[in-house]
């Protein structure tokens, strides 16, 4: 299909200018649904924000790595979406800095119908109704246990590569502005070979949990589908 919208025999029948001027107008329509898909997601309250105010603490190599993860979130919710599946709302707080910058090198990344603010993930939470009470951190040292996905609440995590390094730090921060933290059931659902390596995930790897465990998949069969391999989980006898 000649542009995607006349036959091959009536596309090669046009004209020069007549290709250019539907090519043209299909690039508009594009940009026109890019333009309102951006509009609600700066509109529509997020499910998750994804925190990037760790900057800082990362390696240049870090920051390309944070960048292709959040490549990995939005392919994510793109494939919910075309599977007619509930998708995620997410966003990124704390933007800018060499993230920004990076993410300018990923293809179409401009593009996504991700909100991007500057202020921090307290910030984005008083906009909504619910204030930082719809909060929970998502961290491995979390107080509490992540049983079920709950569309009411905004899951925050924290945009930090090779957590390792870092152990324990965003609970502490979540911790002193008063916000609730949670894990998700690692240890209950699955047993770990290689413990040593600590029980931090990736951004994507927390984003696509949450994104099947909203689709109503329990947990080990979320968390085995998701946890790198490399990893050596595997089911625990009682299924959760």
């Excluded at 997601?41 to 920051?63: C, E, H, K, Y």
């Excluded at 290689?194 to 994507?204: H, I, M």
């Excluded at 984003?207 to 329990?218: N, S």
Aim: glycine share 8%; aromatic share 6%.
């Amino acid at each position: 299909m000649g542009a995607g919208i006349v036959s091959d025999s009536a596309w090669h029948a046009l004209t020069d200018d007549e290709r250019r001027s539907i090519r043209r107008g299909a690039s508009l329509a594009r940009s026109k649904r890019r333009e309102a898909a951006l509009r609600e997601a700066g509109t529509t309250r997020p499910n998750v924000i994804i925190d990037l105010s760790f900057d800082s603490l990362m390696s240049d190599r870090q920051i390309v790595s944070l960048a292709q993860q959040l490549s990995f979130c939005h392919a994510t919710t793109k494939r919910s979406r075309a599977l007619s599946q509930p998708a995620l709302t997410h966003c990124l707080s704390s933007f800018g800095g060499r993230v920004e910058e990076r993410l300018l090198h990923i293809h179409g990344a401009s593009a996504w119908p991700v909100a991007r603010h500057r202020g921090s993930y307290l910030d984005v939470a008083d906009s909504y109704p619910g204030g930082i009470e719809r909060l929970i951190y998502l961290s491995a040292d979390g107080e509490e246990t992540v049983s079920s996905f709950d569309p009411e609440r905004i899951y925050v995590i924290g945009g930090l590569v090779d957590r390792n390094c870092h152990r324990g730090l965003t609970f502490r921060r979540a911790q002193a502005a008063g916000v609730r933290t949670a894990r998700f059931p690692l240890d209950e659902a699955v047993q770990v070979k290689r413990e040593s390596k600590g029980r931090a995930l990736a951004v994507n790897h927390c984003f696509e949990m949450l994104a099947l465990r909203a689709h109503g998949r329990k947990w080990d069969d979320v968390i085995l589908e998701v946890m790198p391999q490399r990893r050596g989980a595997t089911r625990r006898a009682v299924r959760r």
